[in-house]
Nanobody, 127 residues
Framework: QVQLVESGGGLVQAGGSLRLSCAAS????????MGWFRQAPGKEREFVTG????????LYADSVKGRFTISRDNAKNTVYLQMNSLRPEDTALYYC????????????????????WGQGTQVTVSS
């Protein structure tokens, strides 16, 4: 099992920035493809962005393109989400997730493709 712990969430004004981190640990950590999802109150969980095992491929939801950047440091078993130009509609609980497939190449935007999930970190953007 892989354990994922998110951090870096908080309260920020519209137009501001936050940087989220996701630290992976456990005996099965194997530089899996990683994704960030978010869920706002009363809404379904949605894909935000994902990154391939090597970090060479990324995928972004249209709503965050040009504003958010995903990156990873495999030596630290950590994935980051840099969030700029934040909007009130970005307010949500943000989850880090790991795709358990060791043979994956593409980044999947489907939540079912991810086997391990963190507890979430809250991001609140005020207007």
């Amino acid at each position: 099992q892989v354990q994922l712990v998110e951090s870096g969430g908080g309260l920020v004004q519209a137009g501001g920035s936050l940087r989220l981190s996701c630290a992976a640990s456990g005996p099965t950590v194997n530089n899996y493809a990683m994704g960030w999802f978010r869920q706002a109150p009363g809404k379904e969980r949605e894909f935000v962005t994902g990154i391939s095992r090597s970090g060479g491929r990324t995928l972004y939801a249209d709503s965050v393109k040009g504003r958010f950047t995903i990156s990873r440091d495999n030596a630290k078993n950590t994935v980051y989400l840099q969030m700029n130009s934040l909007r009130p509609e970005d307010t949500a609980l943000y989850y880090c997730a790991a795709d358990g497939r060791i043979s994956s190449v593409a980044v999947s935007p489907r939540s079912y493709q991810y086997d391990y999930w963190g507890q979430g970190t809250q991001v609140t953007v005020s207007s």
